[in-house]
């Protein structure tokens, strides 16, 4: 199809799930992922419908941004899509990133194998709908549900193979990578490779920070959605003047949530995903139990009985190596570090080189010296750098997402470095009155 063709199928998907299908999808989000009213909204309507109004405006700014020509020759490029298919593995926790990453790479004419999260069946099935009654055609976004290993392998074994959208873990991601690299001779093309994985995300609060300030930012980006979003802050580090208002804070907050089931609109606390998720969260919980380096300072119970409901839970440790200071646990687990006020700069440093990770980060302080020296020795630590804000909540068109190191390609969803990834360029060259004799002026006498 042309392109503009393309685009109106996408743009009356975001206008359908901006009307008749918003309160479906949103449920679905809420049931199926265990989200809050206010998580699946800004999820499941508002990011996925930015995601494709913004993805047709920036493929509009690709296809525009068109070579030199004079009055003898008309340069063009030609923005194809690639030669094979795209494969998209998408994660359980944002249903916005489930339909974007087949979505993307289909607006940019690709062909798409789309292999959801088991644990995102019912909102991916709204998807699905959705794009069906937008007019996108049968064959373009491939849906499989299976074996994810075996539908990998089938995959990455196909001679049209060509590029791998993903959003998971930094493991998964780096046996995906390994495989492709195993299997390359077998490629028609060089496989495009684009990955958002893991985040083991920072709040550094300097010691002229607000405390309410830095407190809220630290609460919200820790324990909405149970701390379930690779941007999800799960480490900070508070000055020791600062410490015994921001932990009295904090306590107040956490004593405040409400938790049970995401019908209960009341509720800001829901479960976690599922056993598997649970069981991981409460053997770190338990061990910090038994650790001397760490205590439990507001939290540390859960209960499988009814859900998978595991407590807002809040490690102080004097360890800045602590495991939950360097290990992602993907849940409301909250590890903090209190340093020497005199140590701030050494503090950045630990803060640089604690985490394998890159993803997103956070700068608390009322000193612009301090956020200027922050913002330059953290520029590799985080993709998604915030002063004075939480680490979470990035907005299509406005915080482009993704970050470096361990935590993936840094390809930026919500962007046209993203959907560039998609598509194979093709200079053309038309010259309007060709030579007829291959003698150059300088061969005259």
Same mark, same amino acid.
């Given at each position: 199809?042309?392109?503009?063709?393309?685009?109106?199928?996408?743009?009356?998907?975001?206008?359908?799930?901006?009307?008749?299908?918003?309160?479906?999808?949103?449920?679905?989000?809420?049931?199926?992922?265990?989200?809050?009213?206010?998580?699946?909204?800004?999820?499941?309507?508002?990011?996925?419908?930015?995601?494709?109004?913004?993805?047709?405006?920036?493929?509009?700014? %690709?296809?525009?941004?068109?070579?030199?020509?004079?009055?003898?020759?008309?340069?063009?490029?030609?923005?194809?899509?690639?030669?094979?298919?795209?494969?998209?593995?998408?994660?359980?926790?944002?249903?916005?990133?489930?339909?974007?990453?087949?979505?993307?790479?289909?607006?940019?004419?690709?062909?798409?194998?789309?292999?959801?999260?088991?644990?995102?069946?019912?909102?991916?099935?709204?998807?699905?709908? =959705?794009?069906?009654?937008?007019?996108?055609?049968?064959?373009?976004?491939?849906?499989?549900?299976?074996?994810?290993?075996?539908?990998?392998?089938?995959?990455?074994?196909?001679?049209?193979?060509?590029?791998?959208?993903?959003?998971?873990?930094?493991?998964?991601?780096?046996?995906?990578?390994?495989?492709?690299?195993?299997?390359?001779?077998?490629?028609?093309?060089?496989?495009?490779?684009?990955?958002?994985?893991?985040?083991?995300?920072?709040?550094?609060?300097?010691?002229?920070?607000?405390?309410?300030?830095?407190?809220?930012?630290?609460?919200?980006?820790?324990?909405?959605?149970?701390?379930?979003?690779?941007?999800?802050?799960?480490?900070?580090?508070?000055?020791?003047?600062?410490?015994?208002?921001? /932990?009295?804070?904090?306590?107040?907050?956490?004593?405040?949530?409400?938790?049970?089931?995401?019908?209960?609109?009341?509720?800001?606390?829901?479960?976690?995903?599922?056993?598997?998720?649970?069981?991981?969260?409460?053997?770190? =919980?338990?061990?910090? /139990?038994?650790?001397?380096?760490?205590? %439990?300072?507001?939290?540390?119970?859960?209960?499988?009985?009814?859900?998978?409901?595991?407590?807002?839970?809040?490690?102080?440790?004097?360890?800045?190596?602590?495991?939950?200071?360097?290990?992602?646990?993907?849940?409301?687990?909250?590890? %903090?570090?209190?340093?020497?006020?005199?140590?701030?700069?050494?503090?950045?440093?630990?803060?640089?080189?604690?985490?394998?990770?890159?993803?997103?980060?956070?700068?608390?302080?009322?000193?612009?010296?301090?956020?200027?020296?922050?913002?330059?020795?953290?520029?590799?630590?985080?993709?998604?750098?915030? %002063?004075?804000?939480?680490?979470?909540?990035?907005?299509?068109?406005?915080?482009?997402?993704?970050?470096?190191?361990?935590?993936?390609?840094?390809?930026?969803?919500?962007?046209?470095?993203?959907?560039?990834?998609?598509?194979?360029?093709?200079?053309?060259?038309?010259?309007?009155?060709?030579?007829?004799?291959?003698?150059?002026?300088?061969?005259?006498?």
């Amino acid at each position: 199809m042309a392109w503009e063709q393309r685009a109106a199928i996408f743009l009356k998907a975001a206008e359908l799930i901006a009307g008749p299908y918003r309160a479906k999808i949103n449920a679905a989000t809420m049931i199926g992922q265990s989200k809050n009213i206010h998580q699946a909204e800004i999820d499941a309507s508002c990011e996925l419908i930015d995601f494709l109004r913004f993805n047709v405006e920036f493929m509009t700014q %690709i296809y525009a941004d068109q070579p030199t020509s004079d009055s003898s020759v008309w340069n063009r490029l030609e923005y194809r899509p690639l030669e094979g298919f795209i494969y998209a593995i998408t994660p359980f926790n944002f249903t916005a990133i489930a339909a974007n990453l087949p979505a993307s790479a289909a607006m940019m004419g690709n062909v798409v194998v789309w292999k959801p999260s088991d644990s995102q069946v019912f909102s991916a099935k709204i998807i699905i709908e =959705i794009f069906k009654e937008a007019g996108l055609p049968d064959g373009v976004i491939n849906v499989v549900f299976g074996d994810a290993l075996m539908v990998t392998d089938t995959v990455l074994a196909s001679r049209d193979f060509a590029g791998l959208h993903f959003t998971g873990s930094t493991h998964v991601f780096k046996d995906l990578w390994a495989k492709i690299g195993a299997n390359i001779h077998n490629y028609k093309t060089y496989p495009r490779i684009v990955g958002e994985t893991g985040g083991k995300d920072f709040v550094m609060v300097h010691p002229s920070a607000n405390v309410k300030q830095a407190a809220t930012g630290i609460v919200r980006g820790a324990f909405e959605f149970q701390g379930q979003k690779c941007s999800a802050a799960s480490r900070a580090y508070i000055p020791q003047s600062l410490w015994p208002a921001v /932990k009295e804070q904090i306590i107040t907050d956490v004593q405040s949530m409400k938790m049970g089931s995401p019908e209960d609109f009341s509720n800001f606390i829901t479960a976690v995903i599922h056993e598997g998720s649970f069981d991981k969260l409460a053997s770190y =919980i338990d061990q910090a /139990k038994k650790d001397s380096d760490a205590e %439990i300072i507001i939290g540390g119970n859960y209960d499988k009985s009814v859900g998978y409901f595991v407590e807002p839970t809040v490690i102080l440790t004097t360890n800045p190596k602590y495991v939950t200071m360097e290990t992602e646990l993907f849940g409301p687990v909250l590890t %903090i570090y209190v340093y020497d006020d005199t140590k701030w700069i050494e503090t950045l440093e630990l803060v640089d080189q604690t985490s394998e990770y890159a993803l997103t980060g956070a700068i608390f302080s009322q000193d612009r010296y301090a956020i200027e020296v922050a913002t330059t020795k953290l520029q590799n630590a985080a993709g998604n750098f915030y %002063i004075n804000d939480k680490c979470t909540g990035a907005v299509v068109g406005q915080q482009p997402f993704g970050g470096a190191r361990a935590s993936g390609t840094n390809d930026k969803a919500g962007s046209v470095l993203n959907l560039m990834r998609w598509v194979s360029p093709r200079t053309i060259k038309e010259i309007f009155v060709s030579p007829e004799d291959y003698r150059y002026p300088f061969l005259g006498e």
